[in-house]
């Protein structure tokens, strides 16, 4: 099992940019395909963007394509999401997740991953 502490959320203004983090524990951190979601009040959990075990692939939601950028760490056990030009609509509780063995496929909806972190609160003002 892996244990998973997101960290960095915060208020930043429209156009600003913010640095998730995402610290993993208790298995070998490379072993996991990584991703970040976030939910909105009312809605359901959805993909922004996701890495491969080694970090070689990346790929991205369309709504935060070019703006956003994930990146990991393994000799951290730490997977980032810089996200930057934020907007009002990026306003969310977010959600690093971890997959056991994950190949270079794209896992881009919950139901693949298999362990979750407790989320950090985004707000872009406008």
């Known amino acids: 099992q892996v244990q998973l502490v997101e960290s960095g959320g915060g208020l930043v203004q429209a156009g600003g940019s913010l640095r998730l983090s995402c610290a993993a524990s208790?298995?070998?951190?490379?072993?996991?395909?990584m991703g970040w979601f976030r939910q909105a009040p009312g809605k359901e959990r959805e993909f922004e963007a996701g890495?491969?075990?080694?970090?070689?692939?990346?790929y991205y939601a369309d709504s935060v394509k070019g703006r956003f950028t994930i990146s990991r760490d393994n000799s951290k056990n730490t997977v980032y999401l810089q996200m930057n030009s934020l907007k009002p609509e990026d306003t969310a509780v977010y959600y690093c997740?971890?997959?056991?063995?994950?190949?270079?496929?794209?896992?881009?909806?919950?139901?693949?991953?298999?362990?979750w972190g407790q989320g950090t609160q985004v707000t872009v003002s406008s």
């Open positions: 890495i491969s075990r080694s970090g070689a692939r990346t």
């Open positions: 997740a971890a997959k056991r063995m994950g190949s270079i496929s794209i896992y881009d909806t919950p139901t693949e991953y298999d362990y």
């Open positions: 208790g298995r070998t951190f490379s072993n996991y395909a």
